[in-house]
């Protein structure tokens, strides 16, 4: 690690949004630490991929739990970022949206595992090394945490809205040892996760048009930077204008 080099830890590094993070934290000097279901991938363009990949289950407490010391070993006692962006959004057969009526007991436990639950253990897991480099996190939570959104099913939709109360929460029981915590809420972008039917939703926005992974990232960047030096506790909406 380059001396002086700041370092990122990011969940759901391997595509979408998480991937256009490791673009931007990469491009700007930081060290990134990747956490995600999947294997390093050799394709990946950036240097260090490999040792500074984690392979992690965060549906599995127990696999989360034992991933803080893994992470830890591999910081120098400082972690300037943590960004919580893994999630998942389970459907039922040919993609329907899974509702409060038909989402089964253990479907909303995974759910929770990996959009809530991981983000306040690892925070905490690694609360000293946050501290240390007066570091920020930001959870990635959604446009579907605030209203009923036609695809995002209703485990999805209410882990988001915790995250988002949990980043209140954060905010006020980190902010004492100079940590930072916000959140974002993506609306409609332009990645894998996205539904058929997603277009009609975007003539609506009124910036008409499907975000980018990139554009995400540079608020994500923001939060982290210096310039965001006297934001905490809020959750900044990047959604084209969905909300209003």
Known sequence: MADGQKTLVLTGASRGIGHATVKRFSAGGWRV??????????????????????????ASPDQTIAAIETIREKLDGRLHALVNNAGISPKGPGGARLSTLDTDLRTWGQVFHVNFFASVVLARGLMQELAAAQGA???????AGARVHPFAGAAYATSKAAL?????????????????????????????????????????????????????????????????????????????????
């Not at 930001?138 to 446009?143: D, L, P, Q």
Request: charged share 20%; proline share 8%.
């Open 33 to 58: 630490l990747t956490c995600s279901r999947q294997p390093f991938d050799p394709r990946c363009p950036w240097p260090g991929g490999e040792e500074n990949h984690i392979q992690i289950d965060l």
């Open 137 to 143: 996190v930001v959870n990635v939570t959604s446009i």
């Open 164 to 244: 988002a109360a949990l980043t209140r929460e954060m905010a006020h029981d980190f902010g004492p040892l100079g940590v930072r915590v916000n959140a974002i809420a993506p609306g409609e972008v332009e990645t894998s996760i996205l539904s058929p039917g997603t277009e009609k939703i975007v003539e609506g926005l009124p910036l008409r048009r499907l975000g980018q992974p990139s554009e995400v990232a540079d608020v994500i960047w923001f939060l982290c930077s210096d310039a965001a030096s006297y934001v905490t506790g809020t959750e900044i909406e990047v959604n084209a204008g969905q909300h209003v």
